[in-house]
Nanobody
Framework: QVQLVESGGGLVQAGGSLRLSCAAS????????MGWFRQAPGKEREFVAS????????AYADSLKGRFTISRDNAKNTVYLQMNSLKPEDTAVYYC???????????????WGQGTQVTVSS
């Protein structure tokens, strides 16, 4: 089992930045690829970014490249999502997940956190 807890969400003005964190406990964090997804009201959960077990490989949703950066610190059992130049359409609940490899489909993730709300005001 892996337990995941997200933090760092909040209310920010358009153009601002936030850094989300996802702390993991339980089985070896470094044995999992990690991903971030988001879900806005009335919409499906969508892929944001993913990072390989060692951190050397990443993948991003095309629409978010250049604004969002995923990283991880295996010594701290934590994965991060740096979000810059935020837009109102980035408003959503952001979830982190653990998977066996870098994947974009949420069906491939084995564990999920409870989510953290990000609200971007115009």
């Amino acid at each position: 089992q892996v337990q995941l807890v997200e933090s760092g969400g909040g209310l920010v003005q358009a153009g601002g930045s936030l850094r989300l964190s996802c702390a993991a406990s339980g089985r070896a964090f470094s044995s999992y690829a990690m991903g971030w997804f988001r879900q806005a009201p009335g919409k499906e959960r969508e892929f944001v970014a993913s990072i390989s077990r060692g951190g050397g490989g990443t993948a991003y949703a095309d629409s978010l490249k250049g604004r969002f950066t995923i990283s991880r610190d295996n010594a701290k059992n934590t994965v991060y999502l740096q979000m810059n130049s935020l837009k109102p359409e980035d408003t959503a609940v952001y979830y982190c997940g653990a998977a066996k490899t870098v994947v974009v489909s949420y069906y491939e993730y084995d564990y999920w956190g409870q989510g953290t709300q990000v609200t971007v005001s115009s």
